[in-house]
C-alpha cells in the first residue's frame, strides 16, 4: 500500500522508501537551485505548497477564504478562471507504479490531461519531464501535458509539453538515478 507523508514529502509503498518524479530529476542533477539562497527557497516552496493547497481546497469545495493568506488570492483567482466549470479524475493523489518502481503525485488529472500548477517567477524546462513522468503514473500514454503557471497579477499562461520524447528521456533519468542510487559509494 503506498503512503504519502506530506511533511517529510517521502512515499512509501509498504514501509519501502521509493524515489518521487522530483527526487529523481534532482537526483540525476535536471533540478538544481544553485546560488540561490536556503531562506529564498524555503519561502518559494512554502508559498508554491501553500498555493497548490488552497486550489486544491478550493476544488474540494472545502477552502476557508477568510483564512486565506491575501498574497494568495491573486493565485487562487488564476486558478479559479483556468478551471472554470472543469471537473477533475485526480486532485493531488498520490500513485506509484509497479513496473517502474516510482511515485508522484501529479495535481491534476481530467480525462486525458495531466496538470501541473507552478507558481514560480518561471516554469523550469524539468516540468516537461516531470509532466511526462505524471502521464506514466497515471497510465495515459497519449496524456494531454500542461502546466498551468499562475502568477501575482492573477493572470495564468498555460505550457503544453507535447514533445513525445520526454517519455524516454525521464525513463532514462530513473535509470540513471537506480544506478545511482544502487552504485553509490560513501
Known amino acids: 500500500m503506498l ?11 509498504d514501509g519501502k522508501v521509493i524515489p518521487s518524479c522530483t527526487q529523481i530529476l534532482q537526483g540525476v542533477g535536471l533540478i538544481q537551485f544553485n546560488g540561490v539562497s536556503p531562506d529564498v527557497l524555503e519561502r518559494a516552496a512554502a508559498f508554491g505548497t501553500a498555493a497548490h493547497r488552497a486550489c486544491a481546497l478550493d ?8 483564512s486565506l493568506d491575501p498574497n494568495l488570492k491573486p493565485y487562487l483567482d488564476a486558478w479559479r478562471t483556468f478551471r472554470g466549470d472543469m471537473k477533475f479524475d485526480a486532485i493531488e493523489q498520490p500513485l506509484w507504479h ?5 511515485a508522484g503525485c ?5 480525462g486525458n490531461s495531466i496538470i501541473e500548477i507552478k507558481t514560480s517567477a518561471v516554469v523550469p524546462a524539468w516540468a516537461q519531464l516531470q509532466t511526462a513522468g505524471y502521464a506514466i503514473l497515471a497510465d495515459i500514454p497519449t496524456a494531454r501535458r500542461i502546466v498551468v503557471h499562475l502568477k501575482p497579477n492573477g493572470s495564468y499562461s498555460i505550457i503544453e509539453h507535447k514533445d513525445r520524447k520526454n517519455r524516454a528521456v525521464f525513463l ?11 552504485n553509490a559509494t560513501t
Open 172 to 182: 532514462s533519468c530513473l535509470t540513471a538515478y537506480q544506478w545511482r542510487i544502487k
Open 106 to 110: 501529479p495535481d491534476r488529472v481530467a
Open 98 to 102: 509497479p513496473v517502474y518502481g516510482f
Open 3 to 13: 503512503e504519502f507523508s506530506e511533511k517529510d514529502h517521502v512515499y512509501l509503498l
Open 59 to 66: 476544488d474540494l469545495g472545502d477552502l476557508d477564504e477568510q
